[in-house]
C-alpha cells in the first residue's frame, strides 16, 4: 500500500497526467516542454508499462455489452487494464471509443491515454474518391481540402489517427493498392503526400478536427512482383532512391508524425525488420521524430518469410530495425521483456521507442484532455453534414477524366433527348464508395441513375444489362463475378435500339480494387464487354462512364466508342459528380495519375521509362530493337491525358536560364474552343547524358490555368536544382552540368520542347 502511494505522489509531482483538474500541476505542465514531459513519464514506466506502449490491438470485444471473460479477448482486455496497450485501432464511434479511453486513464496504474487508430483512407462515413481519382485532379488544394473534411468527420467519431496517406508509387495496374495511392509519377505523388499530410494534420495536431497522418508503406510496396499483393519487392538504388523514396521523404519534411512498414522484403531483409530503411533511412538521415507502426501482423510474417525463427526472434528483430510499435502481433507484449533482461534488445530502443509515441499523444493533446474527441452532440453535428457532401462532390468533379469524345457527344443535351442508361452500376449505390470505406454504410452513394434523373427534361429508360458481381459481399473475398448471366442482355439492347444517346456504366466493383485484390486481368470483368458489343451493334451513340479503381485496357471500347468517362468511384456523391460533368454543368478538367495499357502484357508500363541501348524507332525495317511482336509500346492513354469540352492550344515556349542555379520556362496557353475550362499545364525535362542514365521524361512542374474562350494566358513554371539534380546510387543527391531538354503539354505526349544547357 505504501508503494502505491509514493507512485501516486510521483506521478503528480511529475506532470500531473493522473488528474487534468489540478490546476497547479496543469500549470506545472504547460511550463515544460513536451520532451521534458514525456522523460518525466518514463522515468517511473515499468519495463513492461513501456513495452505497452508499443502495443496495439485491434477492437476485440464489444465495449458496450459484458466484459470478456475467457479467451483472446479476455488476455487483450487484461492488458488494457494493466497499461499494456498503447494503441487501439478499428473502435469507432463517440461511445465506443469513451469506453475504451476510460479503462486506460482510468483504470491503469498511470493513466496515459491511448491514441485511437482507423483507416480514414478516403473519409470516415461521407466518401471523397479514392485516392487515385483524386490524383486525378491535380488539384492540390482540393486533396488537401478531401483530407481535412476527412479528419473533421473522423475526428468527431473518436478518431485521431489514420493510416494514411499511402504514398507507395506503383506502376503495375493488376496491383489493387493503385487505388490507394497518388499513381506512377514521384513528382506528382510527393506533392500529393504533402498536400494529404498537411489536410489530416492541419497547422496544430492539438485541435479536435485533425488526425495523426501516416506514410505508408515504408518502403517499396508499389513494385511488387507480377503486382500480386504483398509479394517480394527487388529493386536498384537508383529507382529506391529516385522513385521510391522522395514521396516519404516529402511526408518527413510536411511533419508527418508516423510512419508504417511494409509487408514485402527489400534487398532479401523484410521492411518491419528492416534497419537500413527505418534507423538508416527514415530515423538518422532524414531526423523522422514520430514513430513507426508495423502493417497489421507484419512483425509475425517475418516467420513466413523465412527471416526470423519464431515469435521471439521476430519481436528482437523488428525493435533492433526500428519499427516502434506492433500492431495485432502480440509479438512486443510478449517477448520484448524477456529481448531487453537478455540483452538482446537495449532498453535504449525501447525507451526511444516510447518517447515517440508519447510525444505524439502529447501533441494531440490527450494528456490534458483524454477525451477531447468524445463529444457526442460534436459527432452528430458533423457526421455527413451539408459542408461536408459539398466538399466530396467539389473534389468528385474535378478527379474526373474525359479520356475520348469525338464529334463532340459530350457534354449532353438537357432537352429533348431520348436516353439509354445501361449497366448495374448505373443504379449500384454501394460499389461506388470504392474500397477501403470501412466506416461507410451500405447504399449510401448517389447513384448515377439518380444524378440523371435531376435533368428531367430529357426521356430517361434504365436497363441493367448484366451483374457485375452475383449475390451480396460483405466482405471483399466473397465478391463473386458474374461469368455466365446475359438474360438481362434483350431488354438493354432493345431500350438501345430507341435511344438518341445510350449512356452505359461499366467497369470494376468497388471491392475489385484494394489491398488483396490483384488481377492478371485488366479487361471489364465478367460480360460486361460482351453487353458493350451488344449494345454497340444497334445504336453506336455510345458514351462510356467507367468506374474502376485502376487503369483498365479497353482498346476495343477506345477504337469503337465515341465518348469515354474515367469516372473511378467518387464516393458518396458519385452520381451527382458524372451527371454534372456529362451534361455539361461541369467541365473535366482531370488528367490521369497512371498510364491506361493497351493490354495486360504492356504492364508495368509508365511514361518516365529510360530508353535502352536499342530504343524504340518507327522504322519497319529494323528488327532487333526493344519491343513486343504483337502490339505497340504505345500506351492506350499517356500519363497525363485528359481531355476538355474545349480545345487547348500551345504556342511560344521559351527557356530562359536566370542563374546557373535556376531556369525559367513560359508558354502560351489558349482556350481556342467554346466553353470556359480548365487546363493542367505540365512541364517535363530529360537530363540527355548523366552519370546515372535518367528516364526519357520527367514531371518537374505543373500549374493550372482556367480560361475564357478565345483567351490565352502566359504561364511561367521555374526550375532549380531540386528539380534538375537526381540521387546517385550512394543515395546522394547530385545536380551535374550538361544539356536538357524541356517539353510543357497538356499530358506527357508533349508537343512543344527547347533545349538548355546547364
Known amino acids: 500500500m505504501k508503494r502505491v502511494v509514493i507512485y501516486s505522489i510521483s506521478i503528480v509531482f511529475a506532470i500531473g497526467i493522473l488528474s487534468c483538474t489540478n490546476a497547479t500541476s496543469k500549470s506545472a505542465s504547460e511550463s515544460l516542454g513536451i520532451d521534458k514531459k514525456v522523460d518525466s513519464i518514463l522515468a517511473i514506466m515499468t519495463l513492461e508499462e513501456k513495452i505497452g506502449q508499443m502495443n496495439q490491438y485491434n477492437g476485440f470485444w464489444d465495449v458496450t455489452g459484458p466484459t470478456p471473460k475467457d479467451g483472446d479477448a479476455a488476455k487483450k482486455y487484461e492488458h488494457l487494464r494493466k497499461g499494456y496497450v498503447g494503441s487501439m485501432l478499428n473502435v469507432t464511434g463517440v461511445k465506443d471509443v469513451r469506453a475504451v479511453q476510460k479503462i486506460a486513464v482510468e483504470e491503469t496504474r498511470l493513466g496515459i491515454p491511448l491514441i485511437i487508430g482507423f483507416d480514414v483512407i478516403h473519409g470516415y462515413k461521407t466518401l471523397s474518391p479514392i485516392p487515385l481519382a483524386e490524383a486525378a485532379s491535380w488539384d492540390l488544394n482540393a486533396i488537401k481540402k478531401s483530407a481535412e473534411i476527412a479528419a473533421l468527420e473522423s475526428s468527431a467519431a473518436g478518431i485521431n489517427w489514420t493510416f494514411a496517406p499511402m504514398v507507395d508509387i506503383s506502376r503495375d495496374a493488376r496491383w489493387g493498392r493503385v487505388m490507394e495511392g497518388a499513381g506512377e509519377d514521384t513528382y506528382l505523388g510527393s506533392k500529393i503526400a504533402v498536400a494529404r499530410v498537411q489536410g489530416f494534420q492541419g497547422s496544430n495536431l492539438a485541435d479536435k478536427a485533425t488526425i495523426v497522418a501516416c506514410a505508408k508503406h515504408f518502403a517499396g510496396y ?24 522522395p514521396p516519404f521523404k516529402a511526408s518527413v519534411d510536411a511533419g508527418v508524425k508516423t510512419f508504417m512498414n511494409s509487408f514485402n522484403e527489400l534487398n532479401g531483409i523484410p521492411a518491419t525488420g528492416n534497419a537500413f530503411l527505418q534507423r538508416e533511412v527514415l530515423k538518422d538521415k532524414w531526423n523522422f521524430d514520430g514513430f513507426v507502426v508495423s502493417d497489421w501482423g507484419s512483425i509475425k510474417e517475418m516467420i513466413a518469410h523465412g527471416y526470423a525463427k519464431d515469435l521471439n526472434a521476430a519481436a528482437e528483430l523488428a525493435a533492433n530495425a526500428g519499427s516502434d510499435m506492433d500492431m495485432e502481433s502480440y509479438a512486443y507484449v510478449e517477448e520484448l521483456s524477456k529481448l531487453v533482461k537478455e540483452n538482446k534488445v537495449s532498453v535504449d530502443f525501447i525507451d526511444d521507442a516510447v518517447k515517440r509515441i508519447l510525444k505524439v499523444k502529447y501533441e494531440l493533446g490527450l494528456f490534458d484532455d483524454p477525451y477531447k474527441y468524445c463529444n457526442e452532440e460534436r459527432e452528430k453535428e458533423v457526421t455527413g453534414n451539408k459542408a461536408i457532401n459539398e466538399a466530396v462532390l467539389d473534389v468528385a468533379k474535378k478527379s474526373i477524366v474525359l479520356l475520348k469524345n469525338e464529334n463532340n457527344l459530350l457534354p449532353l443535351k438537357k432537352n429533348g433527348q431520348k436516353i439509354a442508361l445501361i449497366g448495374a452500376l448505373a443504379a449500384d449505390k454501394t460499389s461506388p464508395l470504392g474500397s477501403w470505406r470501412i466506416a461507410a454504410e451500405d447504399s449510401t452513394a448517389v447513384s448515377v441513375l439518380e444524378g440523371m434523373k435531376n435533368y428531367p427534361n430529357n426521356t430517361l429508360t434504365y436497363a441493367k444489362g448484366a451483374d457485375v458481381a452475383i449475390g451480396k459481399a460483405e466482405f471483399a473475398f466473397e465478391l463473386k463475378i458474374n461469368t455466365t448471366d446475359k438474360s438481362e442482355f434483350s431488354k438493354a439492347i432493345n431500350t438501345a435500339k430507341n435511344a438518341d444517346v445510350v449512356v452505359m456504366v461499366l467497369g470494376e466493383h468497388g471491392y475489385q480494387s484494394g489491398e488483396a485484390r490483384s488481377r492478371t486481368s485488366l479487361d471489364l470483368p465478367g460480360v460486361q464487354q460482351e453487353l458493350l458489343e451488344a449494345v454497340y451493334a444497334v445504336n453506336k ?78 522504322n519497319p525495317d529494323i528488327v532487333f530493337w526493344s519491343h513486343y511482336i504483337d502490339e505497340s509500346n504505345k500506351p492506350l492513354y499517356p500519363f497525363g491525358h485528359g481531355l476538355s469540352y474545349t480545345k487547348f492550344t500551345y504556342k511560344n515556349l521559351k527557356v530562359t536560364k536566370l542563374t546557373n542555379e535556376e531556369v525559367e520556362v513560359s508558354v502560351a496557353v489558349s482556350n481556342v474552343g467554346e466553353y470556359k475550362g480548365k487546363e493542367v499545364v505540365q ?74 544547357t546547364l
Open 683 to 756: 512541364l517535363y525535362i530529360r537530363d540527355l547524358f548523366a552519370s546515372v542514365t535518367r528516364p526519357v521524361k520527367e514531371l518537374k512542374g505543373f500549374k493550372m490555368v482556367e480560361l475564357e474562350p478565345n483567351t490565352t494566358k502566359t504561364i511561367t513554371l521555374k526550375l532549380t536544382n531540386k528539380e534538375l539534380g537526381f540521387f546517385n546510387n550512394q543515395g546522394e543527391f547530385i545536380v551535374e552540368p550538361g544539356e536538357f531538354k524541356v517539353f510543357v503539354g497538356g499530358s506527357s505526349y508533349t508537343s512543344l520542347e527547347e533545349d538548355f
Open 222 to 245: 508499389g513494385f511488387s512482383e507480377s503486382g500480386r499483393d504483398y509479394n517480394t519487392v527487388d529493386v536498384g538504388t537508383s529507382t529506391l532512391n529516385n522513385i521510391i523514396f
Open 541 to 618: 451513340n455510345i458514351v462510356l462512364v467507367l468506374n474502376n479503381g485502376r487503369p483498365l485496357a479497353i482498346t476495343w471500347a477506345d477504337e469503337h466508342i465515341p465518348a469515354i468517362v474515367e469516372a473511378w468511384h467518387l464516393g458518396t456523391q458519385t452520381g451527382n459528380a458524372v451527371a454534372q460533368v456529362l451534361y455539361g454543368d461541369y467541365n473535366p478538367s482531370g488528367k490521369l495519375p497512371m498510364t491506361f495499357p493497351r493490354n495486360v502484357g504492356q504492364v508495368p508500363i509508365y511514361y518516365n521509362y529510360k530508353n535502352t541501348g536499342r530504343p524504340s524507332t518507327d
